[in-house]
């Protein structure tokens, strides 16, 4: 009901970006909760005593970013309805060395404005230009398992709905990549043998044969098209089996 309001009557959202290079993520954010607007981003100017002009219009946010001594002050701010609210926090951080952080406690401020006025909150929470998944992996790497569900939650503020289904898709994905390692290793030759490939291909078909019904399984359940993981180049192919880089399909599902 809100953002139809808003949308009748400010087709434009301005987003203010002071001293930050976050603007991309900060774009996303508001696109989330006013997908009908049009985001116009403007960088910050400031008048003879420094301080900031905003020109909000009918429905305006600011992210603001300040070094201090001993760290750095992170602000946010959002105008709706004539009224604005604001947001701040002083970290210890510093600015280049803590960027991600200091990106991610930026968009939880807006994020919290945001779903205060809008009176929604993602399930996704403050999750736009990144892959859950990928992002839940590299936790997990650094974390362990337990605590990377805990910071999927309390940092990123995803749903415990979507934190679940996240990890169930990430220990499906390691099952699929350990099966593919396992099935085409047998059928990975380095580059430079490629002229003999032809000659000893028949040796290779027969067992790769009997596996298709596996191989037509799997991909069935993921509706994969090919075998291959992306990312990686393939250097010819010869009587239907993919020639790969030895180093390459070494490293290209792990």
Known sequence: MAEKTLYQTAPVMRLFIAEHPFHYEMENLCRIFFPYHRIETISCGTDSEGTHMLDYGALGAYTGMQTESGGVRLQARLFYGGRERAAEQRTALSFPADIKELERRMGVLLFGLLTQVCAYTPKWGILTGVRP????????????LEAALRSFQGDWLVSAEKTELSRITMGNEQKFYRFLVRSLSAYTFPSRFVPHVVRIAPLYLRPWNA?????????????????????????????GIGIYRRRDADNAFG
């Open 133 to 144: 998944i990928k992002l839940l992996r590299n936790l997990v790497d650094r974390m362990g």
């Open 211 to 239: 596996q298709q019904s596996s191989f037509r399984s799997i991909w069935s359940c993921y509706a994969l098209k090919c075998t291959y993981g992306g990312g990686r180049k393939r250097t010819g192919i010869a009587a």
